[in-house]
């Protein structure tokens, strides 16, 4: 079973840029879905950005122009690129795939790795 690994995180002071990766242990290729997502100290966790073939790479209104999401099939990994960021943007962030169109509770999931952004 292919597991995810993050990695990236930090802290850094607003205004910052950081870039996660999210290493694949197997073929990235088998995932149709991919993408980030974070929860803050006592909220829900939240969708950042997903890339799904075919489809406009989604972002959250919160990181727009301010976020890119990608993925390398060729080296089975997948990143977010962080610039200007903001003390609200502190939260640990996942990197998840989903063979399927819709990341869930069931798809595969990294530990996740903290962004903690002061201001």
């Known amino acids: 079973q292919v597991q995810l690994e993050e990695s990236g995180g930090g802290l850094v002071q607003a205004g910052g840029s950081l870039r996660l990766s999210c290493a694949a242990s197997?073929?990235?290729?088998?995932?149709?879905?991919v993408g980030w997502y974070r929860q803050a100290l006592g909220k829900q966790r939240e969708l950042v950005a997903i890339i799904t073939p075919d489809l406009p790479t989604k972002y959250a209104d919160s990181v727009k122009d301010r976020f890119t999401v990608s993925r390398d099939n060729a080296k089975n990994m997948m990143y977010l690129q962080m610039n200007n960021l903001k003390p609200e943007d502190t939260a640990v962030y996942y990197c998840?795939?989903?063979?399927?169109?819709?990341?869930?509770?069931?798809?595969?999931w990294g530990q996740g790795t903290q962004v903690t952004v002061s201001s």
């Open positions: 998840a795939a989903e063979k399927g169109w819709f990341i869930n509770t069931r798809s595969t």
């Open positions: 197997g073929s990235l290729l088998s995932f149709k879905t």
